[in-house]
């Protein structure tokens, strides 16, 4: 065995050879090669490190974050109760201002409870926020099942074209905008175990859970990434790119594409042969 002296830990290599990183002494034609020596060591335990750390890092998705932007969702809600509010009287549960109003004064509750930003949770926040997606679901449910009645038995405003149109859209829309809440509600628990990463089997598979190196170091789904996933349900009458992995999610995907395509293939038949 051949040993050179440094200044620094001595570094045992194959070959019967040992390096370290400083030398104090070394004979005459040996510093190249113990250079190279010294350099492929390092490059190759860099290798090594990085590869540990590949296989031993957490997605920042399963890891506690911050708390999520409220903003988003209450406008989305809004946006919903106005879709409500927009549809004949006909179409939906009487007194019409009744549900709309109760999703108003349970958005105030959520509101006082966490007015921005999602950090406190509480039993009662979380109860009232599954209502009021709920109340809209069932409302909008019931205005979808009174248009296709009101096409299938040609009676009301079923000859009206432009109205069957608007209220098929409005339908639509709320429909994209409450399984949009539903899916942001119960992924792994709701948004408020999402941030302590208390849950960790996901019920949504999102491409950059799949593939991390896709997504920023920090990426974790927020409210539009489901916003997106139901529209694209409701589009494509099936998962995209987002696959459901429990059997809620499944379910939810399901109801909400049997109500966008029942609402859609009757109001645009009724429609086209209205205009004829």
């Known amino acids: 065995m051949i040993r050179q002296v440094y200044a620094g830990a001595a570094i045992d290599l194959p070959g019967g050879h040992t390096v370290a990183m400083t030398a104090i002494d070394e004979p005459d034609g040996q510093p190249d090669r113990l250079s190279r020596l010294t350099e492929d060591f390092l490059q190759r335990f860099t290798g090594d490190a990085r590869q540990l750390e590949q296989r031993l890092h957490i997605p920042s998705w ?69 209502a009021v997606v709920a109340a809209i679901t069932l409302d909008n449910g019931i205005s979808a099942g009174l248009l296709d009645h009101d096409i299938l038995t040609a009676t009301g405003a079923s000859g009206d074209a432009i109205g069957l149109l608007g209220s098929g859209a409005a339908i639509y829309l709320t429909n994209i905008i409450a399984f949009g809440v539903w899916y942001w509600e119960i992924d792994r628990g709701g948004p408020f175990a999402r941030m302590a990463a208390t849950e960790l089997y996901p019920d949504f598979l999102f491409p950059q859970m799949a593939s991390p190196r896709l997504a920023p170091p920090n990426w974790r789904p927020h409210f539009l990434d489901y916003l997106y996933v139901s529209f694209t349900n409701v589009m494509a009458f099936s998962p995209t790119d987002t696959m459901p992995l429990t059997r809620l999610a499944k379910t939810l995907m399901a109801l909400q594409s049997a109500i966008a395509l029942s609402t859609v293939a009757l109001v645009i038949a009724r429609a086209v042969n209205v205009l004829k």
């Open 62 to 130: 399963l890891c506690p974050g911050e708390p999520e932007n409220r903003l988003p969702v209450a406008a989305a809600i809004l946006v919903a109760v106005g879709l409500q509010l927009a549809l004949p009287n006909k179409y939906g549960v009487h007194p019409r201002w009744v549900i709309p109003t109760l999703e108003l004064l349970l958005l105030v509750v959520l509101t006082v409870i966490n007015p921005v930003r999602l950090a406190r949770a509480t039993t009662v926040g979380k109860y009232t926020a599954l």
